[in-house]
């Protein structure tokens, strides 16, 4: 049995045993978090979160983007669309995790600059190396964007793959 096949398996299990078919497009927790994609660290099952409690964007490293930056205004957009908007009652967790594969990418800064969104001179200041730092750097960003809703606030935490425990940097 090929992996797909395993996969779409599980997922009449899935369907037949967990669905929800009551579930709303807008998290009830109205939070988003922004992880990381490796399969160790899933954001929804660390947390302890439900279907449809979390809406959840990953990417490498879990950072804090221009095209995660983009991705959240245009959740804003389909929130108001929705009747409703991001903003005071909803929250953005930044989530990135001790021995990210980004860090192995250090040195490589045309690579980093390129995924980042900034200079090769300006790599430096994203702090790559640590995932405590560079939480803070990108909940900072997120503090300062002017396409999100007024009142959102905005926590980081920093996932420990060796004790499966989360630190807030900022709760």
């Not at 994609?37 to 929804?44: G, I, L, N, Q, S």
């Not at 005071?88 to 980042?116: M, N, P, Y």
Request: proline share 4%; with cysteine.
């Amino acid at each position: 049995m090929s992996i797909s096949e395993e996969l779409m398996t599980r997922n009449t299990l899935f369907a037949a045993q967990r669905f929800s078919p009551g579930l709303r497009m807008m998290p009830a927790l109205r939070t988003i978090v922004i992880g990381c994609v490796d399969p160790r660290v899933d954001p929804e099952l660390l947390l302890g979160a439900q279907v449809g409690e979390v809406a959840v964007i990953r990417n490498v490293g879990g950072r804090v983007t221009p095209g995660v930056l983009d991705e959240l205004a245009m959740l804003r957009s389909v929130t108001q669309a929705a009747g409703g908007d991001l903003g005071a009652g909803w929250e953005v967790i930044v989530l990135q995790h001790t021995d990210c594969g980004i860090t192995r990418l250090a040195g490589d800064d045309a690579t980093l600059a390129g995924f980042l969104g900034v200079r090769t001179d300006e790599v430096g200041t994203k702090s790559v190396g640590d995932p405590r730092a560079a939480v803070a750097h990108d909940v900072g960003i997120l503090d300062g964007e002017t396409r999100l809703g007024a009142g959102l606030r905005v926590s980081g935490m920093v996932y420990d793959v060796t004790t499966g425990l989360v630190d807030a940097v900022r709760p």
